[in-house]
């Protein structure tokens, strides 16, 4: 389904290149009939294209999503990740699964940070239901949205994940330690992507693909970038901060790592002060003492690192 849809964009490029030359060179009318023979073939791959994109969601919606033998929270994170690798909209959701408005928000929360899935600001929307009034009311249908149209996450998705890679070969060499992969790739994040002060880009994709992207960006880009190296990479989120950054385990302890602030916005054009480390390894107490506040995070990060970069 992927190569029809390839080859149907293709097409209709190639198609639309036609109808351009013909139409520049041609000025009687066998230029004028040639051109609009183009257009037709435009409008007929067009169609080819719009075809696939809806068979390839029905496959995906028809694909098993929503199946699994866990239940409660782990049966909502299961269903949003089938949900998500197939690009699937519509998913239906047995009350057998027990799965709560509670679990529902918290996978919503997690899977919104998961970068592969270029889902950070994409709409969900799900129905509750109970067959009686005394009975709980667990979900019984989920519908996503994504941050691209469905039938070009796939493309979207290979595209980052090939660029994901190519920084990491870039940054790391095998021979470095944990520290030194979580150090090099804050540093490549740093230096590669630009805070967006449009406020509009938020995945992984615009971080490390399109170069711009805000804290969530931030957050999903270095997420990848440290798993694909090899590192454990977590993220903390404050309501009261409107923000959001990572936590890096480095020999079998977790630290806060804010690469969105270490990260300069130039003002007018002035010199840039280079790379900041100033948010790099950092323990509940020294967050605390830069300011940040009332966040949540899966793991404490008591302790800290031994030494300041």
């Not at 600001?121 to 239901?129: N, Q």
Request: with cysteine.
């Amino acid at each position: 389904m992927h190569a029809l849809l390839q080859v149907a964009r293709l097409g209709t490029a190639a198609a639309l290149g036609t109808a351009l030359a013909l139409g520049l060179a041609g000025c009687g009318s066998l230029g004028l009939a040639a051109s609009q023979a183009a257009e037709a073939e435009v409008d007929r791959l067009a169609a080819v294209a719009e075809l696939a994109a809806r068979a390839y969601e029905s496959e995906a919606d028809a694909g098993g999503v929503g199946r699994t033998d866990a239940t409660g929270r782990a049966a909502a994170d299961e269903v949003f990740r089938q949900a998500a690798e197939s690009c699937a909209t519509e998913v239906p959701i047995s009350r057998s699964l027990k799965i709560t408005q509670e679990d529902l928000e918290a996978a919503i929360r997690d899977l919104r940070m998961t970068p592969e899935y270029l889902c950070s600001t994409g709409t969900f929307s799900y129905e509750l239901s109970a067959p009686s009034e005394t009975e709980e009311f667990f979900a019984s249908s989920l519908t996503m949205d994504y941050d691209y149209d469905v039938s070009l996450v796939p493309l979207y998705r290979a595209e980052l994940e090939e660029a994901a890679a190519a920084a990491v070969a870039e940054a790391v060499d095998p021979d470095m330690s944990d520290v030194e992969r979580a150090l090099a790739l804050h540093d490549w994040l740093v230096e590669n992507c630009e805070y967006d002060q449009t406020l509009s880009r938020y995945s992984a994709y615009d971080a490390i693909v399109v170069g711009s992207a805000t804290c969530q960006g931030y957050v999903q880009a270095y997420k990848m970038l440290l798993e694909l190296a090899g590192v454990p990479c977590a993220y903390a989120e404050s309501d009261a901060m409107e923000h959001s950054w990572n936590l890096v385990q480095i020999g079998g302890a977790w630290y806060h790592v804010d690469v969105t602030w270490d990260d300069p916005i130039i003002i007018g054009g002035g010199e840039s002060r280079g790379v900041s480390r100033d948010h790099f390894l950092k323990s509940d107490g020294q967050m605390e003492a830069l300011g940040y506040l009332d966040w949540t995070a899966p793991h404490a990060a008591p302790e800290d690192y031994p030494r300041s970069f």
